[in-house]
């Protein structure tokens, strides 16, 4: 397990500036104003901040960026780095400056002198979340990670600001872990039992088994996780903060390895599909986050944990397998099996839960990727006024969400010959047909939106808040929207 690092909010001291060792940062707003702790630094070094500000480097960077010394003269510090930034910084310039902070400070120890830096707890939040690292397969003996101070006028409201924050972290690593863990490890079983272990956090987490889903008739689910070794399973995290208002149902696709079935997936990138169950993993992330914070609000996680194996008793394509719902499929393709591990999701959500809204994630389409690439998650709703509160929320934590279309023509595209609907719908318009065939599984008036988080949930490259890998995308927006939805009511 990744826990995010410390942070220690204290009074402004600059005398220990000099001993200080490791990586010390100040803060210099555009128009070159040296609060006390610049003035301290460009004393200790002679000149060399007023130096920096002068130059042509600080001219050019924008608020959020810094410049960074390397082995500053009389201080013992490894580093000192000059953060441009205004006093009051949007949230956005906050963050930015957090996260450069992180990178400059790696293993070391980190003393963040910030003085009267509003916002302060955004910083200290984007410097926990750009300092993932997972190491728990590493054999060799990994680093402790040197602590982040943060001096502040305020340290007490600053501590307090944060402790929110702090959860929103540790929920966005619990999914980060569980995304990038690999499919030997994660098991439906291991997945199960680490959402189990919420419970200390006071949610309520029940497990179905195969034979209680069978029962409920959910034989599309099941049948996907026929051809493996692993149990098929539904996780329930049920968290009770609110009054006896109905709760939001988040639901998530928990595919721990997605080898296509036997519609068998080129072996060329299929390691990637250890990556498959990012639905599920954001789901685990935002109730541990909403549990951490003690959210008033009543808001039940319920994910789909199956293993997509080709196996002599694995589902063939042109099987024909009956819905909870009492719908019949016809799998043309065994490789679009997010959608048939969903609809049984969403429809027992509905009916045992009666949620106030439904939100699905799934790193359901190749599609989506291409429409979007990396930068967006595509976002597909019946209702306007929650997607409309979905993408605000987005907007206001930087996590990329771009609202696609639904329509009756493209559910037409489902049509089956021999049963209710097929699986696939074509290679045109692929995204969306799949949230198509969700929706058939979205009582009427129920407010919904689904989430294809396939080109979000991991990418090969750093993001602003994340080094390449597991990005936790959709934790800080889906938290901020229990928030504006649930609890301030
Ligand atoms: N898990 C994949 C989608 C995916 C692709 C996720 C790339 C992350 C990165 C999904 O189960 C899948 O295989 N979808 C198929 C659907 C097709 C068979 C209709 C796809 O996108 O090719
Ligand atoms: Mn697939
Ligand atoms: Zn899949």
Same mark, same amino acid.
């Given at each position: +397990?990744?826990?995010?690092?410390?942070?220690?909010?204290?009074?402004?001291?600059?005398?220990?500036?000099?001993?200080?060792?490791?990586?010390?940062?100040?803060?210099?707003?555009? #128009?070159?104003?040296?609060?006390?702790?610049?003035?301290?630094?460009?004393?200790?070094?002679?000149?060399?901040?007023?130096?920096?500000?002068?130059?042509?480097?600080?001219?050019?960077?924008?608020?959020?960026?810094?410049?960074?010394?390397?082995?500053?003269?009389?201080?013992?510090?490894?580093?000192?780095?000059?953060? %441009?930034?205004?006093?009051?910084?949007?949230?956005?310039?906050?963050?930015?400056?957090?996260?450069?902070?992180? %990178?400059?400070?790696?293993?070391?120890?980190?003393?963040?002198?910030?003085?009267?830096?509003?916002?302060?707890?955004?910083?200290?939040?984007?410097?926990?979340?750009?300092?993932?690292?997972?190491?728990?397969?590493?054999?060799?003996?990994?680093?402790?990670?040197?602590?982040?101070?943060? &001096?502040?006028?305020?340290?007490?409201? !600053?501590?307090?600001?944060? $402790?929110?924050?702090?959860?929103?972290?540790?929920?966005?690593?619990?999914?980060?872990?569980?995304?990038?863990?690999?499919?030997?490890?994660?098991?439906?079983?291991?997945?199960?039992?680490?959402?189990?272990?919420?419970?200390?956090?006071?949610?309520?987490?029940?497990?179905?088994?195969?034979?209680?889903?069978?029962?409920?008739?959910?034989?599309?689910?099941?049948?996907?996780?026929?051809?493996?070794?692993?149990?098929?399973? =539904?996780?329930?995290?049920?968290?009770?903060?609110?009054?006896?208002?109905?709760?939001? !149902?988040?639901?998530?696709?928990?595919?721990?390895?997605?080898?296509?079935?036997?519609?068998?997936?080129?072996?060329?990138? &299929?390691?990637?599909?250890?990556?498959? +169950?990012?639905?599920?993993?954001?789901?685990?992330?935002?109730?541990?986050?909403?549990?951490?914070?003690?959210?008033?609000?009543?808001?039940?996680?319920? =994910?789909?944990?199956?293993?997509?194996?080709?196996?002599?008793?694995?589902?063939?394509?042109?099987?024909?397998?009956?819905?909870?719902?009492?719908?019949?499929?016809?799998?043309?393709?065994? #490789?679009?099996?997010?959608?048939?591990?969903?609809? #049984?999701?969403?429809?027992?959500?509905?009916?045992?839960?009666?949620?106030?809204?439904? =939100?699905?994630?799934?790193?359901?389409?190749? $599609?989506?990727?291409?429409?979007?690439?990396?930068?967006?998650?595509?976002?597909?709703?019946?209702?306007?006024?929650? !997607?409309?509160?979905?993408?605000?929320?987005?907007?206001?934590?930087?996590?990329? !969400?771009?609202? +696609?279309?639904?329509?009756?023509?493209?559910?037409?595209?489902?049509?089956?010959?021999?049963?209710?609907?097929?699986?696939?719908?074509?290679?045109?318009?692929?995204?969306?047909?799949?949230?198509?065939?969700?929706?058939?599984?979205? %009582?009427?008036?129920?407010?919904?939106?689904?989430?294809?988080?396939?080109?979000?949930?991991?990418? %090969?490259?750093?993001?602003?808040?994340?080094?390449?890998?597991?990005?936790?995308?959709?934790?800080?927006?889906?938290?901020?929207?229990?928030?504006?939805?649930?609890?301030?009511?």
């Amino acid at each position: +397990m990744t826990n995010p690092i410390e942070i220690s909010f204290s009074e402004t001291n600059i005398d220990v500036f000099a001993e200080t060792t490791g990586v010390v940062a100040v803060t210099v707003t555009p #128009d070159g104003k040296l609060d006390p702790s610049a003035r301290r630094v460009n004393k200790l070094t002679r000149g060399a901040l007023a130096r920096v500000i002068e130059s042509d480097s600080w001219e050019k960077a924008k608020s959020g960026d810094l410049i960074t010394l390397a082995y500053p003269t009389g201080m013992e510090a490894k580093s000192v780095s000059i953060v %441009k930034t205004e006093r009051r910084p949007q949230v956005e310039v906050a963050r930015k400056a957090g996260a450069a902070l992180a %990178k400059v400070k790696g293993d070391d120890p980190l003393l963040f002198a910030a003085g009267t830096l509003g916002r302060v707890e955004e910083a200290a939040l984007a410097i926990a979340l750009r300092n993932y690292a997972f190491t728990d397969h590493k054999t060799d003996e990994s680093k402790i990670p040197g602590a982040v101070e943060i &001096m502040c006028s305020k340290p007490g409201e !600053a501590a307090e600001a944060y $402790a929110p924050k702090a959860a929103v972290a540790e929920g966005v690593f619990f999914t980060r872990d569980l995304v990038t863990e690999p499919a030997n490890v994660l098991t439906t079983t291991e997945f199960a039992n680490r959402v189990s272990a919420l419970s200390d956090l006071g949610l309520e987490i029940e497990i179905l088994e195969e034979d209680q889903m069978a029962e409920l008739g959910m034989d599309a689910l099941l049948g996907v996780g026929i051809g493996s070794e692993s149990p098929s399973k =539904i996780a329930i995290m049920n968290w009770k903060g609110g009054g006896d208002e109905a709760p939001l !149902a988040l639901v998530g696709k928990g595919v721990v390895f997605d080898t296509g079935g036997i519609s068998l997936k080129p072996a060329g990138g &299929m390691e990637d599909m250890t990556m498959d +169950m990012g639905g599920a993993g954001v789901v685990a992330g935002v109730m541990k986050a909403i549990a951490l914070r003690k959210a008033k609000a009543n808001v039940v996680g319920l =994910i789909g944990l199956v293993e997509n194996m080709p196996d002599g008793r694995a589902q063939r394509p042109g099987d024909v397998v009956k819905s909870m719902k009492g719908d019949t499929i016809e799998v043309i393709n065994t #490789d679009a099996e997010g959608r048939l591990v969903l609809c #049984d999701v969403l429809w027992y959500a509905q009916e045992t839960f009666a949620p106030r809204g439904v =939100i699905d994630l799934a790193t359901l389409t190749g $599609a989506i990727i291409i429409g979007l690439g990396h930068e967006n998650a595509g976002v597909f709703s019946n209702d306007d006024t929650l !997607a409309n509160q979905f993408l605000k929320a987005a907007d206001a934590e930087g996590e990329g !969400a771009w609202r +696609m279309p639904l329509g009756a023509a493209y559910d037409k595209m489902l049509k089956s010959h021999v049963a209710d609907m097929k699986n696939v719908g074509g290679r045109a318009a692929g995204s969306i047909t799949a949230a198509q065939f969700l929706q058939r599984f979205i %009582k009427d008036d129920m407010p919904w939106i689904h989430l294809d988080i396939a080109g979000v949930a991991s990418v %090969k490259s750093e993001t602003a808040l994340a080094p390449k890998g597991a990005t936790g995308w959709g934790v800080m927006t889906l938290d901020r929207l229990v928030r504006d939805l649930c609890e301030e009511e």
